[in-house]
């Protein structure tokens, strides 16, 4: 039975099933993470302020992923284990929280359910094997930063490190790309996007995009290969383009808006990671 789930070819049912419902689970993790991450990044940076000007530490409660135990952010109402239930408890508390009635983000459920979604159609592309665990691994990754980034347009290091790394152990048989391609690409992406920022800032004397996407851009190398590193900018830029334009337009948003570019790195890689032979012939057409 277990050979059934973790080692099954591409298109078996069973692993893909038990995909969703793990993505659910994890989903509701990464809500966790979403929310907390950047505030611990916030606490360190006041504390070690503080430390370094000799005042006395502002932030001395522990507050990590795990501790303290989620609560409603309007009463303190401890979230019970019946209340977290992916999806299923929001849909039983119409959105609302049990003890003060406020309502709960939509957002919860909806990175349940795109983790669940995205885990079901990795396992069934990929199998359930290394391939397809990797894959998982990957898009975890990537919906925590895209969230992370779109709030406050931040890439922690804590994440785009650890992709950047995992993809080039994950590279070592040549997984996805031979090693060669994936060390060759996280350095080909970061210094891609570093290029283009210095480029950019000489013109312009503004910053167009952060360091943390230049990591991300690497770590998409690592997993991807240099050469989907075009497919990659190309894609990201263009969906970037139509975003950014359709919000000045219909939402009325000034071009001084900073609008973050590590979700459009991330739903490129993913892409290409699904659809990369074809996509990267399609680009090399574009570009010939």
């Known amino acids: 039975m277990m050979d059934l789930v973790l080692f099954a070819a591409p298109g078996s049912l069973l692993p893909t099933i038990v995909a969703a419902v793990f993505g659910l689970l994890i989903g509701s993790f990464l809500n966790v993470v979403i929310h907390r991450l950047p505030k611990m990044m916030q606490r360190d940076s006041d504390n070690y302020v503080a430390h370094e000007s000799g005042a006395p530490l502002p932030h001395q409660d522990a507050y990590t992923l795990v501790a303290p135990r989620s609560a409603c952010p309007h009463c303190g109402h401890m979230i019970g284990a019946l209340e977290n239930i992916p999806v299923v408890s ?11 009635k406020a309502p709960i983000s939509l957002r919860y459920p909806a990175v349940e359910l795109v983790s669940g979604a ?6 069934w592309h990929f199998g359930s094997g ?9 898009v975890f990754l990537l919906i925590a930063m895209t969230c992370i980034d779109y709030d406050t347009q931040l890439l922690p290091d804590d994440l785009t490190l650890p992709l950047l790394w995992c993809g080039l152990l994950v590279n070592l048989n ?4 031979p090693l060669a391609d994936a060390v060759i690409g996280a350095a080909a992406g970061y210094l891609c996007l570093w290029l283009i920022f210095w480029a950019f800032k000489l013109i312009t004397g503004k910053e167009g995009m952060g360091y943390g996407d230049f990591k991300l851009l690497a770590a998409l190398g690592a997993w991807l ?4 590193l075009p497919t990659i900018v190309l894609l990201s830029s263009v969906v ?6 359709s919000l000045m337009v219909f939402a009325k948003r000034g071009r001084d ?12 890689g993913l892409i290409t990671l699904l659809y990369g032979k074809a996509l ?3 680009t090399l057409g574009l570009l010939s």
């Open 90 to 100: 929001y849909l039983a508390l119409r959105g609302k929280c049990s003890a003060c």
């Open 118 to 123: 995205l885990s079901a159609l990795l396992v």
């Open 130 to 138: 290394l391939a397809g665990l990797a894959a998982l691994l990957f």
């Open 174 to 177: 040549g997984t996805f790309v």
């Open 225 to 228: 290969g240099w050469a989907m």
């Open 240 to 245: 970037g383009a139509v975003v950014g334009i």
């Open 257 to 268: 808006n900073p609008i973050p570019f590590g979700p459009y790195l991330a739903a490129a």
């Open 280 to 282: 990267g012939q399609l």
